[in-house]
């Protein structure tokens, strides 16, 4: 009872409940009353920075902050991550790789892919009079992959770095070996199909572990432009920023997103 809500929402939390009518920038009263929802029910609206509630006493102990704190910004964590990025105009794009890949761009159009393959937010620097929409393409299989390469195949004794280090020594293109990344579940992009990873054009002669290594950083960074003509339908891309370990953008650097480079610029975590 402590931590209560503060009984308002902005544009971009009433888009996540899918309570948002894109069309006419407002609440989705169809929604409502499909599911027989009184309005009523709804928090008040209020702009997405601005000041939205403040800290009781008792929420403040449990968390470790100051009474009155005041609540002025909240969002869900892809456009919060654009936000820190500076991913606020048309045509830039945030690329993170974490369990699961997200690339997330911006744009002004009220666009979207007939086939859901992407998400589409209200961005949490939209109005009416200068709207801006956030894309979501969200790639499942990107560190996990990584992840299951440590623990399962080169075992404890190699640390990330060193993993790294192994890949580093094969050229470009693994010499023909290609790890396709999708074996953590359906993927959107595919139209939620669940193909499963694999392996290609394995040589018992050539291939060795840190060809194995190279390759999946390959299929994951590069099973992220596959997607990008998805995404460019909706949003015309020319700023990405780039949020990833220095592995990660080393082979990011080589990208050409749908055919055409955008600038770049990069945060390393």
């Not at 048309?90 to 009220?110: L, N, Q, R, W």
Request: proline residues 4%; contains cysteine; charged residues 20%.
């Amino acid at each position: 009872d402590n931590l209560q809500l503060l009984l308002r929402r902005s544009r971009t939390g009433q888009d996540l409940a899918r309570l948002w009518d894109f069309e006419s920038d407002e609440l989705a009263q169809f929604v409502l009353e499909n599911y027989g929802v009184s309005a009523e029910l709804i928090a008040e609206r209020v702009p997405t920075f601005s000041v939205q509630g403040e800290l009781t006493a008792a929420a403040a102990d449990e968390l470790g902050l100051a009474a009155g704190t005041k609540v002025s910004y909240r969002a869900g964590d892809q456009p919060n991550n654009a936000l820190s990025l500076s991913v606020l105009e048309p045509g830039e794009i945030a690329v993170t790789a974490g369990t699961s890949g997200v690339v997330y761009g911006v744009g002004d159009k009220k666009n979207y892919d007939p086939k859901s393959r992407v998400n589409v937010f209200v961005h949490v620097n939209h109005s009416k009079d200068d709207p801006r929409y956030g894309v979501l393409l969200c790639l499942n299989g990107t560190g996990i992959l990584n992840s299951w390469l440590k623990h399962n195949f080169v075992g404890e004794s190699l640390d990330y770095p060193q993993m790294n280090e192994l890949a580093a020594e094969v050229p470009v293109g693994s010499d023909g070996l290609v790890i396709l990344p999708y074996g953590n579940g359906a993927e959107r992009t595919l139209e939620n199909r669940n193909i499963g990873a694999s392996v290609h054009g394995w040589n018992f002669n050539v291939h060795k572990k840190n060809h194995f290594l190279r390759a999946a950083q390959e299929g994951i960074v590069f099973s992220k432009p596959s997607s990008a003509p998805i995404e460019q339908r909706v949003v015309s891309v020319e700023f990405a920023f780039l949020v990833s370990s220095f592995a990660w953008g080393r082979f990011c650097a080589k990208l050409h997103l749908a055919g055409r480079p955008p600038k770049l610029a990069y945060y390393w975590a």
